[in-house]
């Protein structure tokens, strides 16, 4: 009874055990298992992706899917750098979906087509880890969004020159200075259009040389010709042709709105691919770009001249005469030559203020400043210090250099400003000029220079005014 009983008991439960673990499949079960389940997740990937991929260590392509994928052969695909497939090497979009670093899911992105068309996939990549969890790879699958409908087409377009431009901006922001401004634009429009060169070039015209404010690139001088030939046809479009060398040359007109005309170009190596329609449109999108930074750069510097230059005369304001004054003092000292300063005092200028009024100031002190302009080099220095005071710098001259120059104000000054104060009560205006030379390897120094200078300026003045006198110092 009990071994019946127990026999009773074990035999269903032998029967389970027997059940829960079946034999071992054989080896080519196993292999042909293993094929079929990698079949259906192939072709799974190809009814749900237009692009499939797996990198290796070094991004190449190592699985391409479907075949052709995107209008790419496998075989013209397979062991090649990944990298190739980018429409902007990453630059613009700031996504490469070839070398994530982690999972990501919805990420857009742009590839190249064989024919040099772009196309828009939405990625979801993942690296491939090893089992130190370095990263030796990558898989993923995309997505076309690109060519659902002819609207998407454009709406698809549109937002890549979006992604772009907005990209450029994003590169202008992390500057100040309009020109570094400038060379981070083109930086980046270079990268985002895969061109060799650009550079921004001023339309000077009249048989003059054009003027390269901008270049990124060394091959610009083989350009340059076409270039010109494209921005002087006098549209407004961008255009392009083939320069000499084969290369391909973009252009786009541009004016700010101070008057300035430039022109944006753009170049591609020997052979290189026609510029297409999305690419001249990004171009001249970007146009408007570099027209804002040229405007900049002009505010840029018309406020460094204004706070360089006295507004009435258009003369050197105190400071920046000053500043420059110290610049060509040191490297006379290199050279081992001499300066001499000159200062220039107008006599009777208040009492023509007083009498006829401050225009007639203004009008005496601006003939004044261009008469002293005629009297020097252009690489002399004139500024007015302020009130009736002007400066000049003589560079390389001495005292009798600058005493034949204070002669000629003397005489041509007074015969200059005389209609101001004819048939009227105030004495005619005259100058008062001190002359001061530095010579190379004394050690005196600007302050010392300026106070000889204005001293006998005044001395002049106390002696009757109109003349010029030059200060002695004793030399080593």
Partial sequence: ?????????????????????????????????????????????????????????????????????????????????????????????????????????????WLRRPDGGHVCLTFAAAPLLDSEGRIVGARGIGQDVTEQNGYDTQVAAALRRGELLDHILWR??????????????????????????????????????????????????????????????????????????GRLVLVCPSRSRFGEQAGFVLWRQPGGRLWDTDELVLASSATGIIRVILEHDAIQREMARQARTDPLTGLFNRRAFLDEMARRVDRLERDGLPGTLMFVDL??????????????????????????????????????????????????????????????????GPKALAHLTAGHDPAALSMSIGIATRWPGQGEDIEMLIHRADQVMYEVKRAGRGHWRVSRAERI
């Fill in 172 to 245: 202008m922001r992390q500057e100040v200075l309009a020109p570094r401004m400038m060379q981070a634009a083109l930086d980046a429009l270079v990268t985002a259009l895969g061109a060799e060169g650009c550079a921004v070039v001023d339309m000077i015209g009249d048989g003059v040389a054009p003027m390269v404010l901008h270049e990124i690139g060394a091959s610009l001088p083989h350009v340059l010709h076409t270039a010109m030939t494209l921005l002087e046809s006098g549209t407004d479009a961008p255009s392009q042709a083939s320069a000499q060398d």
């Fill in 347 to 412: 006599d009777n200028f208040k009492a023509l203020n007083d009498c006829r009024g401050h225009d007639a100031g203004d009008e005496a002190l601006c003939i004044t400043g261009h008469l002293l302009r005629q009297t020097v080099r252009p690489s002399d220095l004139v500024a007015r210090l302020g009130g009736d005071e002007f400066a000049l710098w003589l560079d390389g001259a001495d005292e009798f250099t600058a005493a034949e120059r204070a002669e000629s104000l003397r005489v041509e």
């Fill in 1 to 109: 009874m009990t071994a019946a009983g127990t026999a009773a008991i074990a035999g269903p439960a032998d029967t389970r055990v027997s059940e829960a673990m079946p034999a071992p499949l054989p080896e080519a079960a196993l292999r042909e298992a293993l094929l079929d389940s990698r079949q259906r997740w192939r072709d799974l990937v190809t009814m749900a992706a237009d692009f499939a991929f797996e990198t290796d260590a070094q991004g190449r392509l190592v699985f391409i899917a479907p075949d052709p994928a995107l209008g790419w052969g496998a075989a013209a695909l397979l062991g090649q750098p990944a990298d190739l497939l980018l429409a902007d090497a990453g630059g613009a979009s700031g996504f490469n979906p070839f070398r994530p670093t982690a999972p990501v899911r919805r990420r857009r992105g």
